[in-house]
């Protein structure tokens, strides 16, 4: 079955480090872009950036860059996001998703289920 | 940034009856390499994940009903069902992927009346 299934919910504290991930069955891992998407409780939906098959390229919204990073492993199939120092502002549920072809500019049409980051000291 | 709105924040359409959701982007979101515009609709029930309705303004998912469309060119787009069921209750979101950060409007929110 295609599909892209994230890590488990998260509870950390501010100024810990994180590392979710988002392993993908069923397709060729390598042909496609996958980009991450912020909800925070109760809003709407905010792209946080992507990264290109193999990749060697990352490309990051000017409202996290730098805090950030996304990365891959395409042996395991699996994308990354990570933070080296949380927020409590950081709550939220991130999910992973396809970008539907080999180009970053394109619509999502396979999503994660989603992981839920709760900061909180 | 582009900017997307969304109108309206909610609509309360009663069964079987139209729903219509408007999308407007501050750029034109036609992409010269293929001459369609750069707009996607996604469907989002509680507890779930976005789920892709339409692309490229116009190209309905394999799996979505056909009450589903959408509409528009350039800045101003609409996302039409024809015939609402209890089941599309959900908050619906248009999202541009001409240019990052692709962006996406702030939802509608579609309740049955």
């Known amino acids: 079955e295609v599909q892209l299934v994230q890590s488990g919910a998260e509870v950390k504290k501010p100024g810990e480090s994180l590392k979710i991930s988002c392993k993908a069955f069923?397709?060729?891992?390598?042909?496609?872009?996958i980009g991450w998407v912020r909800q925070m409780p109760g809003r709407g939906l905010e792209w946080l950036g992507a990264?290109?098959?193999?990749?060697?390229?990352?490309r990051y919204s000017p409202s996290v860059r730098g805090q950030v990073t996304i990365s891959l492993d395409d042996s395991i199939t699996t994308a990354y996001l990570q933070w080296t120092s949380l927020r409590a502002s950081d709550t939220a549920t991130f999910y992973c998703a396809r970008h539907a072809s080999g180009n970053v500019s394109d619509a999502f049409d396979l999503w994660g289920q989603g992981t839920l980051v709760t900061v909180s000291s | 940034d582009i900017v997307m709105t969304q109108s309206p924040d909610s609509l309360a359409v009663s069964l079987g009856e139209r729903a219509t959701i408007n999308c407007k982007s501050s750029?034109?979101?036609?992409?010269?390499?293929?001459?369609?515009?750069?707009l996607a609709w996604y469907q989002q029930k509680p507890g779930q994940p976005p789920r892709l309705l339409i692309s490229?303004?116009?190209a309905r998912q394999s799996g979505v009903p056909d009450r589903f469309s959408g509409s528009g060119s350039g800045a101003d787009f609409s996302l039409t069902i024809s015939s609402l069921q209890a089941e599309d209750v959900a908050i619906y979101y248009c999202?541009?992927?001409?240019?990052?950060?692709?962006?996406f409007g702030h939802g509608t929110r579609l309740e049955i009346k």
């Open positions: 490229w303004a116009s």
């Open positions: 069923g397709y060729k891992f390598t042909n496609y872009y």
């Open positions: 990264i290109s098959p193999g990749g060697s390229h990352t």
């Open positions: 999202q541009q992927f001409y240019g990052a950060p692709f962006t």
């Open positions: 750029q034109n979101l036609s992409y010269y390499a293929n001459d369609k515009d750069s």
